[in-house]
């Protein structure tokens, strides 16, 4: 049963469960296109928190008693039920976030096809499987994955709903229970994913919202659960694995991102601009796999900017209809100003927008060119809409540019016959080939990234493992003469051990066999 009380858009407070007694402080969610409050919620303590994990606890002993068609029936209620509140959930983020509606309405549909893929997969992702015993030929040896326990899921506001249910989804479907802690920037669409879960799982607790701030995130890093599913910035998630290493939590991180775009001399580019802006401008740039960087080969350069300018200065900011909404945090506004300003002061030019295009939370989208790379615009993540374009005489240098960063998470390649080679070669989690950021929309691949960009991953069945321990078992199933775990080994044990590496790793032609049909099949 979710424990977290919200009050609705209308500002009133909403009937909900009461609030643990102890958490009396209460936090506001503020609309960042007007400032209005959305609503508010209590602020759970760290003793708040270990009583959530306490009772996901005794909840994890009945969920994980399930069968995985008895799960998936629960699950598919909760997304039922989700999937009838689209509007309502839609609304709240698009008002706590500050995205454009239809942008928030395809959220909720990503959300979804997540928890419905992650439901439907479970028992086939995780069936025990068979392998090879070697030479212990008398031997079944099996590979079996278990729930962990209690997932503490901790996520960021840019994408309230997506970005979490890709731990929620997969860990539920595992046999896992979940305390999850919303941004708190975002924390009443948070807890309607707890409150719906509350009316629809029969099993209480097994999905619990615990909403705050910072503090609350590092009470769930602490607590006993069983990992920690954390999603949000670089240096928050240096913060919590630090803190998870009290107990020898194990943790999971879906940090930050610098997604380079490499555009080739023969790729279509219309259809590399048109996703170049799109991939940097969606949510107005605030996406972990946002187009941050495009390196356009000098052949095509000049035609890719004019055609990037062109689908840019048809773009619109803030209105119902507007294509880029308002930015969720001020502070964000700030990070986005100080980048384009660096900019500029080093040389490069806006051809769109630029630091003197904000007003409030909104930013106009800005075209940069003349970028070098010891500006903060190519170093550190921007999360805004900006889109610096830099001209390379190579492929070869696009590659090594784009490589040329601590993150690693998303990337994109438009390119001719050469794509899908040059995608390999690209040091990131995830490389899209002539489009962007599908494989995020693509529920059965995996999600992650490397350095910087953390590690681990969530979505597919990859991601459903991730919050599974896996178990080996050795099963004898007759007895052999010859065995060597016993202290009762016969004389000359020694000898035809050492004999047999030898023909079998050696230089025999028992071992070049061997090495032979290896490589055959
Ligand atoms: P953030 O790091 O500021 O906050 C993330 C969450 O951590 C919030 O819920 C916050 O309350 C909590 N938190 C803050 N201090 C904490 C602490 N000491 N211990 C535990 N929890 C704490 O990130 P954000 O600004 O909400 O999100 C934006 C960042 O998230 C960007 O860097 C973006 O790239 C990244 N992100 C990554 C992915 C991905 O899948 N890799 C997806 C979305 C966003």
């Not at 969610?29 to 996901?56: M, N």
């Amino acid at each position: 049963m979710a424990t977290t009380q919200t009050s609705g858009g209308n500002g009133k407070q909403a009937a909900a469960t009461p609030p643990p007694a102890t958490a009396r402080e209460q936090l506001a969610s503020h609309d960042p296109a007007t400032g209005e409050v959305v609503g508010t919620v209590p602020v759970f303590s760290a003793a708040d928190v270990d009583a959530a994990v306490a009772r996901a606890r005794t909840a994890a002993a009945e969920w994980s008693a399930l069968s995985y068609s008895e799960r998936e029936a629960e699950l598919a209620r909760w997304r039922a039920a989700l999937a009838e509140s689209a509007d309502e959930l839609a609304e709240l983020i698009h008002r706590e976030n500050g995205k454009p509606r239809v942008e928030a309405m395809i959220e909720v549909y990503m959300a979804l096809s997540h928890l419905n893929h992650a439901a439907g997969r479970a028992e086939k992702a995780l069936r025990p499987h068979r392998v090879s015993p070697g030479l212990l030929a008398n031997f079944r040896a099996t590979i079996s994955y278990h729930p962990l326990g209690v997932i503490g899921v901790i996520g960021p506001w840019n994408y309230p709903i997506f970005t979490p249910m890709g731990s929620i989804a997969y860990a539920l479907a595992a046999g896992n229970t979940v305390v999850f802690k919303p941004s708190e920037l975002t924390p009443l669409i948070g807890a309607k994913l707890g409150e719906i879960a509350a009316r629809t799982i029969a099993i209480p607790n097994v999905l619990q919202v615990v909403t705050g701030a910072g503090p609350t995130g590092a009470a769930l890093a602490r607590a006993a659960v069983d990992k920690i599913a954390f999603t949000g910035s670089t240096a928050t998630g240096r913060k919590v694995m630090m803190a998870a290493a009290e107990r020898l939590t194990p943790v999971l991180m879906e940090l930050g991102g610098k997604d380079p775009m490499i555009v080739t001399d023969d790729a279509d580019l219309d259809k590399a601009a048109e996703a170049a802006v799109f991939g940097a401008l969606t949510n107005a740039g605030q996406a972990c796999i946002s187009v941050e960087r495009v390196y356009v080969h000098e052949a095509v350069y000049d035609k890719f900017v004019d055609k990037v300018v062109g689908e840019v200065r048809g773009l619109k900011v803030g209105g119902d209809d507007g294509h880029l909404g308002a930015m969720t945090s001020p502070q964000q506004v700030k990070i986005v100003e100080d980048h384009l300003r660096d900019a500029v002061a080093h040389g490069a030019k806006a051809l769109t927008g630029g630091p003197d295009a904000i007003s409030g939370s909104f930013i106009q989208p800005t075209v940069l060119v003349d970028v070098t790379p010891d500006m903060k615009v190519i170093r550190e993540e921007t999360f805004g809409p900006v889109l610096p374009i830099i001209k390379v005489g190579s492929t070869e240098e696009a590659v090594r540019a784009s490589n040329e960063t601590t993150f690693g998470l998303g990337s994109s390649v438009f390119a001719g016959k050469s794509a899908r080679e040059l995608a390999d070669r690209v040091r990131a989690g995830m490389t899209s080939v002539n489009s962007v950021m599908s494989f995020a929309a693509i529920t059965s691949l995996p999600f992650g990234g490397v350095g910087d960009s953390g590690f681990g991953r969530i979505h597919g069945d990859e991601g459903m493992k991730e919050f599974t321990r896996t178990k080996a078992t050795a099963e004898e199933t007759f007895a052999l003469p010859i065995n060597l775990m016993t202290f009762k080994l016969p004389k000359g044990t020694y000898e035809r051990i050492r004999g047999m590496i030898k023909t079998l790793y050696g230089d025999s032609p028992v071992a070049k066999a061997q090495d032979f049909l290896r490589r055959l099949f």
